[in-house]
């Protein structure tokens, strides 16, 4: 069932078994507050096994870039197109979130961004990039990475 996300009320619903639950709501309502403000949309997730083709999606899209597979479980996923970007969202158990910006326009803009909670290592599949740091009232200290897509999804 689908869930809509509310950063006025950050609340841990379908995110209660992972470790870091209050710092990745607060990534997930971070994400909601984004895409409100500046797109006028509704950030709403669903529970991973019920969007296992977005989750599918994303991992095709680490695998074949960048021969990356994600370790820990995925808890909620979301789709969506905005201004001719598709956007697809997994947030996972250990308090990572990876989205996909795909400009669906040829020539635009493509890339994966990785967020890490507040109080998570970094997963062992992704030391290899440089988190930068960012500071948000709704999550605390967020650590992002990303890269730029190549091929075509």
């Known amino acids: 069932m689908s869930y809509v996300v509310d950063f006025t009320e950050v609340s841990t619903a379908g995110l209660e078994s992972s470790p870091v639950a209050e710092a990745l709501?607060?990534?997930?309502?971070?994400?909601?507050r984004y895409f409100t403000n500046k797109y006028d949309h509704t950030f709403t997730v669903d529970p991973a096994d019920e969007a296992s083709s977005i989750v599918e999606y994303v991992h095709e899209v680490l695998r074949t870039e960048r021969d990356l597979v994600i370790a820990s479980p995925p808890l909620e996923a979301t789709q969506f197109e905005?201004?001719?970007v598709r956007w697809s969202y997994v947030f996972y158990e250990s308090?990572?979130?990876i989205n996909v910006l795909y400009t669906l326009a040829d020539g635009g803009k493509r890339?994966?961004?990785f967020k890490l909670s507040d109080g998570m290592?970094?997963?062992?599949?992704l030391s290899a990039f440089r988190f930068a740091r960012q500071k948000s009232k709704l999550a605390g200290t967020i650590r992002g990475s990303y890269f730029v897509i190549k091929g075509e999804h």
């Not at 709501?25 to 909601?32: C, D, H, I, K, M």
């Not at 290592?121 to 599949?125: I, L, T, Y």
């Open 82 to 84: 905005v201004d001719g």
């Open 121 to 125: 290592d970094v997963p062992d599949e």
């Open 111 to 113: 890339a994966v961004g």
């Open 95 to 97: 308090g990572l979130s």
């Open 25 to 32: 709501a607060g990534l997930r309502a971070n994400e909601a």
